[in-house]
């Protein structure tokens, strides 16, 4: 399995307000490349956060690279996987809809009532107690045939991927803006690390829009 976490921020490093908004923080020429990613993903992750906050469709939007994917025996769309260890995936979000496969990882601590809401428009993958057990969540996804995985955010998930060792590559859009605000999300939040910081190798950094592409990959620990 291959994790590419991809996200824009802004220069001070937020994914959104601190009324987690979405915010149009890369330009037109940044979202056909997310969209080529997509393309080139087996799946989309995204914590219930996101699905909470932007509700996001998490297709792919050229109809040419939907196209492509069919003829080499691909569904037009990735799968779109959404970690949400109780079950608060609204029934009507976006990302539930026939576009694509949808997986929720949830944990045990979802009730039977949430299970059934959601049971006719997604798969179900429980893994963990109160939170959902990332290793074991991935370890699932990779036996259903999802081998290489994009993660579009939030902070508290791509934190938690990083925590558990399970990225490989990271992606960020860097865009000409301030947003400020202690309590806005950034690219990782979660608890934080105290030591052993995950390590970065730059590979690339291309200029797009007002803005920049880096991409890392992640040092072994
Ligand atoms: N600028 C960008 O590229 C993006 C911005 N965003 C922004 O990020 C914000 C949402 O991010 P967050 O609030 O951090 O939510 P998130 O999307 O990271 O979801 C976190 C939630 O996932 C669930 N979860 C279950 N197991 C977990 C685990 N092991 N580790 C972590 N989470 C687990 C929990 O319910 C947790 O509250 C929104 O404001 C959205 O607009 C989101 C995606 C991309
Ligand atoms: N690449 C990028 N640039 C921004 O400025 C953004 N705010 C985001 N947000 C991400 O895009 C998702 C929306 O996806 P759909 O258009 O609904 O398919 C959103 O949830 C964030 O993950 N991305």
């Given at each position: ?55 996001p469709h998490l297709t792919v939007k050229d109809e040419t690279l939907r ?155």
């Amino acid at each position: 399995m291959h994790v590419v976490v991809n996200a824009a921020m802004s220069a001070d490093g937020k994914l959104s307000s601190r009324r987690r908004e979405q915010i149009a923080i890369s330009g037109e020429a940044d979202f056909e490349r997310v969209d080529r990613l997509r393309a080139d993903s087996d799946a989309v992750v995204v914590g219930v956060g996101t699905v909470l906050a932007d509700d996001p469709h998490l297709t792919v939007k050229d109809e040419t690279l939907r196209g492509q994917r069919r003829e080499n025996d691909r569904p037009a769309n990735p799968a779109r996987v959404i970690v949400d260890s109780s079950g608060r995936t609204p029934p009507d979000a976006a990302v539930l809809d026939d576009a694509a496969t949808t997986y929720v990882c949830l944990s045990e601590a979802a009730s039977v009532e949430r299970r059934a809401a959601l049971a006719d428009r997604a798969e179900l993958v429980t893994a963990g107690d109160e939170r959902v057990d990332l290793l074991r969540a991935f370890a699932t996804l990779q036996e259903q045939g999802l081998e290489q995985l994009m993660v579009e955010g939030g902070g508290e998930l791509i934190f938690s991927l990083f925590e558990a060792g399970l990225v490989d590559e990271l992606r960020v859009f860097v865009g000409p803006k301030i947003i400020g605000g202690r309590d806005a999300p950034t690219l990782a939040d979660g608890e934080g690390f105290v030591a052993d910081f995950p390590s970065l190798d730059l590979e690339s950094v291309d200029r797009l829009d007002d803005g920049v592409v880096l991409t890392w990959r992640v040092a072994d620990r």
